[in-house]
């Protein structure tokens, strides 16, 4: 029977809940959702549910769902593992629409089996699951308190997403103490159904909602996640934190929550190429949700940063380097424009030094002539606490710039320095949404997100490139191997994937004698390569089945002797269908384009340095695909080597575009042919401007024939 999606909206906007589980013992999880519901000022339906009926908390107690109208949009499930699927089941069947499964003891402990059995319950009732494995959720829009945290969440404009519920409640309190207005606070847990993606589509329409937050640790269906973020971003800023980022911690979070972390590189080039700010901890995170809202986008990258301390101002200066802030740097047009606020024995170079003697008075006639002035974006204004500073007016003058500077819609950000009564004056402010930080470099990191955010929306553009590809070659190709029982290709096969695809190669012909060898070395031209071509033996080089550099017919023959003898020495029993010469490709920059299919994020591709040293230098970046031609430029200019195809001492510009062209067709084959499952093209050889790039070496390796992928 099929069942119409509930929309989400009744998620976030219930008209009725009921608590399966509702307890009348206070201290139990029931109990205390049940509270914050009430407690929260809900104004629909609440039904609580106990088999031993009477009353909570006020309340009638339904003693099962039979007692419960039909068509209610929230249940949330807090009941023993044992009895969950029972509950979920008498939900569906009440035409529940959205049900909170607080219950662990799911997929993260191992219980998978069950899980899936609850969630097929679900789909058969046509009802959506938020869990398991949750605290429950807030939404502003409904003031509904679902959730066993500390209660009183105090409304606003940052959502929250995460997949963690204790940290998840820590977050409710530290909301309290940072005064952080929720709109709403959502735990996903084991994502068995309802993800990141679906609370993001809702939130990122939400009128109350200014920015999102997310707790990531790990990904799913990250294809859709990136396609939601990518429309997301546009609308409103997205700040995520992903624990995993070390081989520890990414082990951690699979064993937690039960999903693959995945690698830390890919999330994090993923999350840029969407427009996604990645905080480095909570309190950065929290910090942006504050500052991003309430700050406009600057007009212009040019930032000055004010103050009253050289020591502090070079700290500054540093932080903007590594936050890629850019400071103004035009020494006449700075003095033109600080020269009146600038004491005669300060500096109008950036950072603008107005003294140790400075006063507040001194600070906004400063910070006037910044706000006067098209050719600057943004301003960083620092004070360090002085004998001689008219403390008393500190507040007043950061709240009153604050808002003059957020009417003009340039972004301001300020950093004080001091003793016990500095910091008294900051927490206040910051508690009233003021852009003030008690470490400069929690300033520029704050400012350097809105720039990274500004960048990606001027450089956004819905464009995907793809290239024109044989799919019908390559599916042929795939049919050959798969009747041979082979996951990966050999490499005659993988060359006539990339023909198809339209990427150069050099010449290349397959020999089964040394008769045959000789004759093929001749026709293709001194020096050659030779490769064994075996079914059995897919890393060539390991096993001795590689010879590069050969000048004469004499080398080509010792060569065919030691590939054939090494190859049966260390691969014994190998079926070797015969020995491939490729001309010797002429020297270039040796890069590396890679293709596969992530377990979180679906296809991807990498580009980096090539040969032999690639996993050593690890000098590599990544985009999920599709992308288009500016992507994929920006995905390799990331690379340190990157000047190396500019040309360097005075080489000349390597084809940069023929290598643009090669990613551009190797994420099409990756995206489109579902039966492969990785692509290597190590190394991608790329000459001079005019003369192109060509694949030396390719391995290709298909997913296995029950649709996972080869283990590589």
Partial sequence: MTHEVPDIGRLFKPQSVAVIGASHNETKIGSKILANIINGGFAGRIYPVNPKGGRILGLPVAKSMDDVEMDVDLIVTCVPAKYTYDAVKAAGQRRGAFNLVITSGFSEIGNIEEERRIMDCAREHGMRLLGPNIFGMYSAGASIDATFGPGGIREGGVAIITQSGALGLAMIGKTGVENVGISAIVSVGNKVDIDEADLVTYLMDDDITDVIFMYIEGVKNGGRLVEVLKTATRKKPVVVIKSGRSKRGAVAAASHTGSLAGSDEI??????????????????????????????????????????????????????????????????????????????????????????????????????????????????????????????????????????????????????????????????????????????YETVACLGGVYRYRRYLEQWTDEVHEEKIDFDAIDQVIVEARADRRSFLLADEGRRVMEAAGIPLPATKTAKSVDEVVKLADEIGYPVVMKVVSRDILHKSDSGGVALDLENTEEVIDAYEAIMRNCRTNVPGARIQGIQVMEMAPPGVELIVGARRDAGFGPIIMFGMGGIYVEVLKDISFRAVPLNSAEALEMMKEIRAFPLLLGVRGEERKDIESVLDAVIRIGTVIRHVEAISDIEVNPLVAYEQGHGAKAVDVRILLTDIAGGDTDA
């Fill in 267 to 440: 999330f994090d080039a993923v999350m840029r190429q969407c427009g996604v700010l990645r905080a480095e901890s909570i309190k950065e995170a929290f910090n942006l949700c504050k500052f991003l809202p309430g700050t406009g986008i600057p007009k212009g990258e040019n930032t000055v940063v004010i103050t009253n301390g050289g020591g502090i101002g070079v700290l500054a200066t540093d932080a903007c380097e590594k936050f890629d802030v850019k400071m103004y740097d035009d020494a006449t047009s700075l003095k033109e424009i600080f020269d009146p606020a600038t004491p005669a024995f300060g500096s109008t170079k950036n950072p603008i030094d107005i003294t140790g003697g400075a006063t507040s008075a001194d600070y906004t006639l400063a910070m006037d002539a910044a706000l006067a002035s098209d050719s600057i974006g943004s301003v960083i204004s620092l004070y360090c606490e002085t004998a001689v500073f008219d403390a008393d007016n500190l507040g007043d003058m950061i709240t009153k710039n604050t808002k003059r500077y957020r009417a003009a819609g340039k972004p301001i950000a300020f950093s004080v320095f001091g003793g016990e009564e500095t910091e008294r004056i900051q927490n206040e402010l910051s508690k009233d949404g003021m852009p003030v930080f008690g470490d400069v």
